[in-house]
Structure formats: structure tokens, C-alpha cells
């Protein structure tokens, strides 16, 4: 898989094609650090997905980069230190924040390449890494859909009466003199 890095920070970019690289099945066709050098490279040779940083050098901005690459069916995985704190399904697949570890970047641009690809997950719920957070449906479960459960009314459990006994023993009948 073909793969653009948009970073304005050279030593992090640098390292950031090393570790993708790590794997022979992904090639990085270049490194941009904003939004000309990114459509240059996109000339040059088209990638599959770009790891776009979302604040660039010259003044350009990562959502700028994504919407422009989308717009030529490039798909896109954000790696930020500040994370949106909306999902934009409509320029990226997800955000990987920084900092991250080289697991996290490996599974992210697993989850990535089985999106582009349309592979099925027989996992149900798959383990995610904590630094990734993809917006497309049915990547992730979420965390508000729980089963319902009727509700149970709360009780005191007899350990909490106890403790309450020993802290405070005139909240009790059988503690207060009558």
C-alpha cells in the first residue's frame, strides 16, 4: 500500500517513514510538509492513504490537505498531537494522537488498509489501540450502546452499614439513648 506522510516536522516525519516502512507491504511515495508539496507528491505518485498532521508549516492546515486529497479519492488518517474534538468522517478514516507507539501505528495502518480494501472483521469488538479513533461506521462499538438492563433499586450493602456504624454510631436507633 502506497502511503503520503504531511508533516512539517523533519525529524518526526523521518521516523514516521521508518516505522511504516518496517512492513514490506507498505511503501511511503513521499514526505510534504503542507499543502503544495502534498499535491506535488499527489502528482507525482498517487498513494492509497496519507498520514496528514493537522497543524502544517506555510499555514496550511491539515483539514485544508484531507479535503483536497478526498476530493481525489485519497483517503486519509490523521496523526495529531490535538485530535478534533469531533469525528470528520468526511476527510479522514480516524485520528492516531500523538504520542503513539509503534503498535499503535502498525494496527492503525492495519484498520486503515482493511477499510480501504473492504475486508470484513470476524472479530466482534475489536481491541483498538487507545491513541485511535476511527470515524467510519461499524469500525469500533460504541460505548453507549449497552444492553438494556431493567433497573434494580439500590441498596445498602451490610459491609457500607457497618462502616457507617463504626464512623458515625449515632446515625443508628440502637446507638442513640432514649
Not at 506522510?5 to 523521518?14: F, G, Y
Not at 502528482?43 to 478526498?70: I, Y
Not at 481525489?72 to 494522537?97: E, M, Q, S
Request: glycine letters at 6%.
Amino acid at each position: 500500500m502506497k502511503i503520503l506522510i504531511v508533516e512539517d516536522e523533519a525529524l518526526l516525519a523521518a521516523t514516521l517513514k521508518q516505522l511504516v516502512e518496517l512492513n514490506p507491504l507498505y511503501e511511503v511515495t513521499a514526505i510534504a510538509e503542507d499543502l503544495t508539496e502534498a499535491m506535488a507528491a499527489v502528482e507525482a505518485n498517487a498513494p492509497e492513504l496519507a498520514l496528514v498532521d493537522l497543524q502544517l508549516a506555510n499555514g496550511s492546515s491539515g483539514f485544508a490537505v484531507a479535503a483536497r486529497l478526498h476530493a481525489l479519492g485519497i483517503a486519509c488518517l490523521f496523526t495529531t498531537g490535538n485530535a478534533p474534538g469531533f469525528p470528520v468522517p468526511d476527510l479522514a478514516l480516524g485520528c492516531l494522537r500523538k504520542p503513539f507507539e509503534t503498535d499503535d501505528l502498525t494496527r492503525a495502518l492495519k484498520e486503515a488498509e482493511d477499510i480501504l480494501r473492504g475486508r470484513q472483521k470476524i472479530v466482534r469488538h475489536p481491541r483498538l489501540p487507545e491513541q485511535l479513533q476511527l470515524y467510519t461506521p461499524g469500525a469500533q462499538p460504541a460505548a453507549n450502546e449497552e444492553e438494556w438492563v431493567p433497573g434494580v433499586r439500590r441498596r445498602t450493602s451490610l459491609w457500607a452499614r457497618v462502616r457507617r456504624l463504626v464512623r458515625h454510631p449515632s446515625s443508628f436507633r440502637s446507638a442513640t439513648v432514649a
